[in-house]
């Protein structure tokens, strides 16, 4: 079985071993001994790239005259 070592885990870090059964293709974590959707991998975003988006809100006062 071929280990496809650009796909880690969310958790640890490690790499993950590619797995098919009957349910379909799936990732497992021999580190932490778990299995990991194809789906959690592939929408990770990869650190490098990810850009902050949001700027910080600023707070405009109103005066409410009587």
């Given at each position: 079985m071929?280990?496809?070592t650009s796909n880690n885990c969310?958790?640890?870090g490690n790499p993950l071993l590619?797995?098919?059964r009957q349910g379909g293709?799936?990732?497992f974590c021999t580190s932490c001994?778990?299995?990991v959707p194809i789906l959690?991998?592939?929408k990770l975003p990869v650190p490098e790239v990810v850009v902050q988006r949001s700027q910080p809100k600023q707070v405009v006062k109103?005066?409410?005259e009587a």
């Open positions: 071929n280990t496809n969310p958790c640890c590619r797995h098919a293709m799936y990732w001994w778990q299995e959690a991998v592939s109103s005066k409410i």
